[in-house]
Structures are given as structure tokens and as C-alpha cells.
């Protein structure tokens, strides 16, 4: 299972709006589909398909901050702020959307919203909320227990990753044809909590954990996508660490950095708390 008997809670994050640049929190809830706020929301295109940095790698300066009740503050450079309340679901119905192959009701925010995304992104997208994450997506079957269920999140309810693994992804980059790219920082990748005071890679052996009091199961090591190699800052694109991860993480055929978790308890966890390795 790899050393970590002084592994930590280093960091937490969630994304309001899946694909905006992320927020990092002193603690949060961890409710059975995430993080309490995490990727509730998210835009879809005119087909209805969810729209994220793989198409649109502009999203990663626009930032969503949580309001009183789950609404959210969108900003982005160039627009002014703008307030949107969550929609409920009468009388303003539903619209299927695609996330991946995953069909999915959510409830369309008000035409403000898909004006001021549509206009920062040069293109015609709506804000979509997911009213009722606890029966609106299933989990991947294949890796999934019945009943359970995710947010907007790409696949699986939480994300972790670890500050050693970070340390020798980056040390790999150092030694490569792109080293001028390195190194790079942990919102790369995007994850929910970070932990330290592991070895590298230790996670890979990991099957179930304890952050603080709750406890999570691993559902699946993640597959990294081209949004890795966009800088969070300026939304411009490289090769790493997508190279690196092809020559020294290539794992079940995915490119692999980071845990896929699913929650097996309700409760809070805070930046500092200890991290358990159950097995």
C-alpha cells in the first residue's frame, strides 16, 4: 500500500461550474455524490453537450464562487460579474444533456447566465444545474455499487491526488525534451483533495481510506485528458504532462495521475486531517 503513516490532508477544491478554474476551501461537506458545491453546474453546447477546457480551454479564467443556497458569482476577464440563482425545476423543466456517454435532466439556469457564458466563450452554450444529484447519474456501472451517483464531475464522485506523486511526475518532466514546461502546479489536474506525506505513487495500492472521521472507496485510478496541458492561468496548451505520463505512467492503457473516489460516509473533512490507508 506504500508508506503513510504521516499522510495529511494538504489541500481541498471544488468547482462550481465544471470546467472553471477551481476554488480552494479550508474544509467541506462530503455528501454520497462529492463535495458539497462540486460541479453542480455546468454548460452545454446547442446540441446539448456538455462543454468543458477539451473544447473550450478558455473556461479555465472564468470562476464560479458559491452563493447562500447554491447559486453562484460567475466572473471572467472582460465581463462583469454576474449573480445566477439556482432554477428549480417547475415551471422552468428539464433538458437532456450528454456528459460523455451519459444521458442526463438537468434544469437550465435563466437566459442571463447562457448570455453571459455565450458571450465570454464566443459561442452558443447554456448553464445547466443538476437539481437532484442523488438520482440524476449513476456512477459507471463497472465501477460502481448500486445506488450510487455523481454530480457533473467527469465520472466518479471525488478526486484525490497526492503531492509526492506531483514531485516525481515533475521530476520526470525535469529530465524530458519539455522540461521548459515544468514544473507544474496541482490545478492541472484538477482534484478535489491533495495529500501528503506519502510516498510517491502510493495511492496506486490504495482500495479503501479514512480522511478525518469519513471514509471513501477507491473506485478507479484516473485517466488523464488533454485538459493537463492547459495552463490554468493563461488557458494556453503544452505537451506535459501528458508526454511524461505516456512514457512512465501508462496504466490499463490510460495516461494515469490520481484516485477516482466514492464516499462511504457523510461528514466533513478539513485541510490537516489525518489521512488513514484502511486498504
Known amino acids: 500500500m506504500g508508506n503513510a503513516g504521516n499522510a495529511r490532508l494538504l489541500s481541498l477544491h471544488i468547482h462550481p461550474v465544471k470546467a ?21 453546474w455546468v454548460l452545454i453546447d446547442d446540441g446539448g453537450k456538455v462543454v468543458t477546457q477539451r473544447q473550450q480551454p478558455r473556461l479555465a479564467q472564468a470562476a464560479a464562487e458559491p452563493l447562500p443556497g447554491g447559486g453562484v458569482l460567475l466572473s471572467a476577464p472582460g465581463r462583469e460579474p454576474l449573480s445566477v440563482a439556482v432554477p428549480e425545476p417547475e415551471p422552468s423543466g428539464t433538458v437532456t444533456l450528454e456528459i460523455f456517454r451519459d444521458k442526463v435532466e ?12 455565450s458571450a465570454f466563450l464566443g459561442a452558443d452554450v447554456r448553464l445547466v444545474h443538476m437539481d437532484d444529484p442523488a438520482v440524476r447519474r449513476p456512477v459507471d456501472p463497472e465501477f460502481a455499487l448500486p445506488g450510487e451517483t455523481v454530480s457533473f464531475a467527469d465520472g466518479y464522485p ?19 525534451p519539455h522540461a521548459a ?33 469519513v ?13 493537463t496541458t492547459t495552463d490554468q492561468d493563461t488557458s494556453a496548451r503544452g505537451k506535459e504532462p501528458l508526454f511524461s505520463l505516456g512514457r512512465h505512467r501508462r496504466i490499463g ?3 494515469v495521475f490520481g484516485q477516482n473516489l466514492v464516499p462511504l460516509d457523510r461528514g466533513t473533512i478539513r485541510v490537516g486531517d489525518p489521512v488513514r490507508i484502511l486498504a
Open 20 to 40: 472553471f478554474r477551481g476554488i480552494s476551501l479550508p474544509e467541506y461537506a462530503v455528501e454520497p455524490w462529492g463535495p458539497a458545491g462540486d460541479r453542480r
Open 106 to 117: 438537468g434544469v437550465p439556469a435563466d437566459g442571463a447566465a447562457h448570455a453571459w457564458c
Open 158 to 176: 471525488l478526486l484525490l491526488t497526492s503531492a509526492a506523486s506531483l514531485d516525481a511526475l515533475n521530476a520526470l518532466i525535469a529530465g524530458g
Open 181 to 213: 514546461e515544468g514544473p507544474l502546479p496541482m490545478n492541472r489536474f484538477r482534484p478535489n483533495a491533495v495529500v501528503s506525506g506519502t510516498d510517491a505513487w502510493a495511492e496506486d495500492g490504495w482500495s479503501r481510506l479514512a480522511i478525518g472521521e
Open 215 to 227: 471514509r471513501f472507496r477507491v473506485a478507479k485510478k484516473c485517466g488523464r485528458c488533454v485538459v
Open 253 to 255: 492503457g490510460k495516461l
